[in-house]
T-cell receptor, first 115, second 112 residues
């Protein structure tokens, strides 16, 4: 499968624990995006990378959230001291920047439940 | 924050009928895209329409864009049970960033 992959697909954790999610984009794509989706809503942008540079962060991304893309390939999203409000689907997408109208391809998502 | 609203929030039709979903957005856009999401899964890109285009077709899909009204519609013709999913419109703005801003989605159910 040469699409975007995410790991794990599901994560249940207790409030206060740290969690880390991984995203592997389509191999030739230089842009990588993180979105969060809560039940019944559309996805909301969190942050994006071009190669290894993090170019934009949403105000939704509190200090407890950190994302990295150290070698310009896979990315990790870490949430520290999780709260029940962090429960959501975390979606990763990638694209090849050939202008400003490229398609973003989404992974299957990581569903997080904070107890 | 969400870009805007989609209408209706939910739609149920008989297999074989056409389904129309509408999307409104708030800001000036570079392009508008439609995505499908099956229950609890990732999003699948369906079609992209640029701000200087008014209509676009792809298979059984027809998308229109009216930038003066800041609205778009997605028509699925000859619906099939496999079209049951949530449909989202998403925009990329003209302000130099590349993030997608999604609507609230339409939940489409095709009754066999």
């Amino acid at each position: 499968d040469t699409g975007v992959s995410q790991d794990p697909r599901h994560k249940i954790t207790k409030r206060g624990q740290n969690v880390t999610f991984r995203c592997d984009p389509i191999s030739e794509h230089n842009r990588l995006y993180w979105y969060r989706q809560t039940l019944g809503q559309g996805p909301e942008f969190l942050t994006y990378f071009q190669n290894e540079a993090q170019l934009e962060k949403s105000r939704l991304l509190s200090d407890r959230f950190s994302a990295e893309r150290p070698k310009g390939s896979f990315s990790t999203l870490e949430i520290q001291r999780t709260e029940q409000g962090d429960s959501a689907m975390y979606l990763c997408a990638s694209s090849l920047a050939t202008g400003n109208q490229e398609t973003q391809y989404f992974g299957p998502g990581t569903r997080l439940l904070v107890l | 924050s969400q870009q805007g609203e989609e209408d209706p929030q939910a739609l149920s039709i008989q297999e074989g009928e056409n389904a129309t979903m509408n999307c409104s957005y708030k800001t000036s856009i570079n392009n508008l895209q439609w995505y499908r999401q099956n229950s609890g899964r990732g999003l699948v890109h369906l079609i992209l329409i640029r701000s200087n285009e008014r209509e676009k077709h792809s298979g059984r899909l027809r998308v229109t864009l009216d930038t003066s009204k800041k609205s778009s519609s997605l028509l699925i013709t000859a619906s099939r049970a496999a079209d049951t999913a949530s449909y989202f419109c998403a925009t990329i703005s003209n302000f130099g960033n590349e993030k997608l801003t999604f609507g609230t989605g339409t939940r489409l159910t095709i009754i066999p």
